[in-house]
């Protein structure tokens, strides 16, 4: 297996998924890419996550926020079919909802289920199901959106934020479009207490729903939010504004989304191309999925993308070997991506979290590297017991440059700077050769790569993908 | 006591409610003691409730004990609770890999079991049962296998291995022990119920994977009454059903709750949840959800705790014992005449 290989296969499962331990990348690396790329555009190849133990220890779905934070980072961790789950944080991401508004756990757990069951399919059938899900409806007001009264929250955000950009549509456009969503709420859930919270579904009102006739970009009839939906997937503005979203999340960072009626895409080629393909499949995510992942711009966008916290810490904690069952350390986990500037369920405002280099400040960095390096402060975690031993197999002694060599491959391989590489040779040598001979001196050893390894994830490099 | 030759089930009604979200939040086991229970929450509090339930619930002798810790005394994963003779609470907990005593009052008296493979060892201790000598067998869940031992900690024997054939398990949970000493096991991942000899041997089995009447959907808890009827928590079909002795496939029951007197007090100052209620069908409100043990007491009172719901669900089993003169034996065949 060429080293090159490797190295793609490890960026194609640190941006289509969570990263990959190094005995899954010598196991996905033995498939050629294309292929490796078809295993991910269809998760319903491979098992779920099995829920009967989260269920079990877990309580899915009764859980706290926290809980379920917990939950979504041990999928992102252990799943099986890894782009299901980056696509389902790729959606949280930009239809953001805030728990802090809902104050419905329930609710925003089945939005999320929502985005995995609709991860690659058509957008579509994922704008009518975001249009239908209660979350999103009293996030955005379309609850109060009544036939004699029109509150155009969502149907502004909906056009805005979650598919065209500003500057592709009129106000008039709006206003028809919120019309088009009256009567579209949900039923009453039962309240919380006394015997916990009960799921709610959508609910169309034909009673509240304006049935007249409207404009909507040009196409004039009794259009309802179906109808809206389907005019929205045809423009070729969302073609492009969702081609984006998609480039700016698995590829490279871009500005943020509220500068991109005026700053022009980083690689505008890429997003013709990501553009062409949404169009020729009328709105298929998972075609447009398929031509990024092949294409040239993905392959050669290595490390030019920084983490979100959580991609950093689903990563590390891959990396370490841990929480590969349900427990309770997850709760901590989520808090620690909150306390890095990313509470899942609850983004900060309907635009989302802004990403790239927004998501590094001085306290955010010190909450990555403090949580990356505790995580990978035990030599008995299973991540680093499988480098140490991979190592310790190469037999005798081993000098202290090849040893830097050895980690930084099998910690990814990761991609670190001469400054970074140098620190570690430094102290590598400062423990001269690394031997696996004697009890003691494996112990040692282990710990020396531990160090070694708390290097790698200190580093600047290590906060890209 | 005997069991009966046969029964005339007249009914099994539902009774009442116990408990309430904030005072019984995740309830995983309930311990019955005279007039006083013990609901054991997922969270480590133990719930203290009474029969004549007045609305109070954390005044006095009815103060929440025990917590979340790992500290002694206290609870990370509890998944069983159990009352003993001398009337002092057991704990398994899955966490911390330990069998905790404590006294009704949550004050701590010893515990055992620490992590591993080996006798006397656990991986996730979940369910508990006394024998009549107060011996306690504990299921060792991701060891798949039972354990029995005295109650101060001393390994008597063990029994069980992953797999699905019969005498092997696939995370074992819920345990009961009938008056003539069989262990009877949920058999959680394998969806059925295990019945063995005191020693571990294989006698019979219940269920299969499914949601027709008579299999499971994991199930998590499992008592047998005083006339040898077997009940099981069926927590993934969000139901309790009831079995004979013999293993006959009786009755299901799927939950007709009512409010507590507590809860009937919280929502009559709460205008909010009052007017939300009214507005919403009271269908899915009566159901179990997800119900994580069951337990019958001397009296026949069946007690589930309805764990998505957050209370405790009590029925009435009203049965007439049969001795061989008023039912004729078993035939061979069934009849189409039934008069």
């Known amino acids: 297996m060429a080293a090159q290989d490797l190295s793609l296969t490890a960026h194609l499962m640190r941006r289509a998924g969570f990263g990959a331990t190094r005995a899954e990348l010598e196991r996905l690396a033995e498939k ?50 890894p782009l299901e789950e980056k696509m389902t944080l790729f959606w949280h991401h930009v239809f953001a909802t805030g728990f802090s508004k809902i104050q419905n756990v329930n609710a925003m757990v089945r939005q999320v289920e929502s985005f995995r069951r609709h991860s690659l ?91 007249g006739v409207k404009t909507f970009l040009g196409e004039t009839g009794q259009l309802d939010g179906s109808h809206v939906i389907d005019i929205i997937v045809r423009q070729s503005a969302t073609a492009r504004f969702v081609s984006r979203h998609l480039y700016n999340f698995f590829v490279a960072d871009e500005a943020q989304v509220p500068a991109w009626s005026e700053a022009p895409p980083r690689d505008p080629a890429a997003i013709d191309a990501l553009a062409k393909a949404f169009e020729s499949s009328n709105g298929d995510i998972r075609s447009v999925m398929r ?57 900060p405002t309907v635009e989302g979290w802004h990403t790239g280099r927004e998501w590094i400040d001085g306290g955010a960095l010190n909450e990555r ?97 | 006591m005997a069991r009966p030759y046969a029964l005339l089930r007249a009914g099994f009604p539902y009774v009442k409610t116990l408990g309430m979200r904030r005072v019984t939040n995740d309830p995983v086991d309930v311990a019955l003691d005279d007039g006083m229970y013990y609901v054991l929450n997922r969270s480590g509090i133990i719930a203290r ?39 002092t609470l057991w704990v398994s907990d899955e966490n911390t890999h330990r069998i905790t005593n404590i006294t009704r009052e949550g004050e701590f008296i010893s515990k055992w079991g620490e992590r591993g493979d080996g006798e006397g060892r656990f991986d996730g201790p979940a369910g508990m049962a006394f024998d009549s000598d107060e011996n306690v067998y504990v299921s060792d869940s991701r060891n798949h296998r039972i354990q029995k031992y005295t109650k101060d900690g001393r390994f008597i024997l063990q029994w069980g291995e992953f797999g699905s054939a019969e005498g092997q398990m696939n995370m074992p949970w819920g345990l009961a022990v009938d008056e003539m000493g069989s262990v009877y096991v949920a058999d959680w991942r394998n969806d059925r119920v295990q019945k063995f000899t005191a020693e571990g041997q294989f006698l019979s089995a219940i269920g299969r994977p499914g949601s027709d009447d008579g299999e499971f959907n994991r199930p998590t808890g499992v008592a047998v009454d005083g006339h040898g009827d077997v009940y099981v928590a069926d927590a993934g079909n969000d139901r309790v059903q009831l079995f004979s002795q013999e293993g006959r496939y009786v009755e299901k029951f799927i939950g007709d709750a009512s409010l507590s007197k507590m809860a009937r007090d919280y929502m009559l100052t709460n ?69």
């Open chain 1, 32 to 81: 050629p890419y294309e292929e490796l790329v078809e295993d991910l555009l269809h998760p319903e190849r491979f098992p779920e996550v099995e829920r009967d133990l989260l269920d079990r220890y877990l309580s899915e779905p009764f859980a706290t926020i926290p809980v379920s934070v917990g939950i979504w980072i041990y999928r992102m961790v252990n799943t099986k079919r």
């Open chain 1, 121 to 211: 399919s058509n957008l579509r059938g994922i704008l009518t199901a975001l249009s239908k899900d209660p979350a999103m409806i009293f996030w955005l007001d379309n609850s109060e959106n009544h036939r004699d009264e029109i509150n155009e929250n969502y149907g502004r955000e909906l056009l805005e934020l979650f598919s065209m950009g500003v500057g592709n549509y009129s106000e008039d456009d709006i206003k028809n479009c919120a019309k088009a969503f009256t009567g579209w709420t949900f039923a009453q859930p039962i309240p919380l207490y006394p015997q916990g919270e009960f799921p709610t579904e959508f609910e169309y009102r034909t009673d509240d729903h304006d049935d």
């Open chain 1, 291 to 347: 031509v990024l992942f092949n294409s040239d711009f993905f392959k050669k966008a290595r490390y030019g993308k920084v983490k979100s916290p959580a991609e950093l810490v689903a990563g590390v904690i891959k990396l370490a070997g841990t929480h590969t069952e349900p427990n309770r350390g997850l709760e901590a986990v989520g808090v620690a991506a909150a306390a890095m500037g990313q509470s899942l369920y609850d983004p």
């Open chain 1, 369 to 465: 590297v403090n949580f990356a390096v505790d995580e990978l402060d035990d030599v008995t975690r299973p991540g680093i017991r499988d480098i140490v031993r991979r190592i310790a197999a190469e037999g005798g002694s081993l000098a202290p440059g090849r040893l830097v060599e050895q980690c930084v491959e099998l910690a990814g391989p990761v991609q670190v700077s001469g400054a970074t590489r140098e620190a570690m040779l430094r102290f590598a040598q400062a423990g001269g050769e690394l031997s696996f001979e004697s009890e003691d001196a494996a112990e040692r050893s282990a710990r020396r790569v531990a160090r070694l390894l708390q290097f790698i994830v200190a580093s600047r490099e290590y906060q890209l993908a």
């Open chain 2, 49 to 87: 409730l009474q029969w004549d339930d007045d609305g109070s619930w954390d005044v006095g002798d009815l103060k929440p004990i025990a917590g979340s810790g790992a500290e002694d005394g206290k609870f990370l994963w509890p998944a069983t609770i159990l009352i003993d003779r001398a009337r």
């Open chain 2, 271 to 339: 205008a909010g949840p009052l007017r939300q209620r009214e507005m919403t069908s009271l269908e899915p409100q009566k159901r179990f959800r997800r119900p994580r043990s069951v337990r019958v007491d001397d009296q026949f009172r069946m007690f589930v705790t309805d764990m998505g719901s957050m209370r405790v669900q009590v029925y009435q089993k009203d049965a007439e014992p049969l001795t061989p003169d008023l039912i004729l034996p078993p035939p061979r065949s069934p009849s189409l005449v039934t008069n």
